[in-house]
């Protein structure tokens, strides 16, 4: 399995910005992915998740209402949408899958890792 993340950028606060995450290997609909974020001299973090299969969505309080996650499974793609982007959002950000339909909030639960794409947000 490999996660090929795509899309971070700067952006000034109150834009948006989309990542992208295509998961190739994946031969099941009983997994889940997530984006995780980690800023400098911060843990990562997690962001949000879905299951591939029902499309349950979840999302850390703070991205509540601004950030979406989706996915589409004939292209293996992940996305996450984020708007109304806060300098406080700037991170890292580390899409990540696990084989298991319940979406973790724990990065040491999940069993595959993109390389990171960066996302700055200037105030």
């Known amino acids: 399995v490999q996660l090929q993340a795509s899309g971070g950028g700067l952006v000034q606060a109150g834009g948006s910005l989309r990542l992208s995450c295509v998961v190739s290997g994946r031969t099941t609909n009983d997994a889940a992915s997530a984006w995780f974020r980690q800023a400098p001299g911060k843990e990562r973090e997690f962001v949000a998740g879905?299951?591939?299969?029902?499309?349950?969505?979840y999302y850390t309080d703070s991205v509540k209402g601004r950030f979406t996650i989706s996915k589409n499974s004939a292209r293996n793609t992940v996305w996450l949408q984020m708007n109304s982007l806060k300098p406080e959002d700037t991170a890292v950000y580390y899409c990540?899958?696990?084989?298991?339909?319940?979406?973790?909030?724990?990065?040491?639960?999940?069993?595959?890792w993109g390389q990171g794409t960066q996302v700055t947000v200037s105030s």
């Open positions: 990540a899958l696990r084989w298991g339909s319940t979406v973790h909030r724990a990065a040491e639960l999940y069993n595959y």
């Open positions: 879905i299951r591939w299969s029902g499309g349950n969505t």
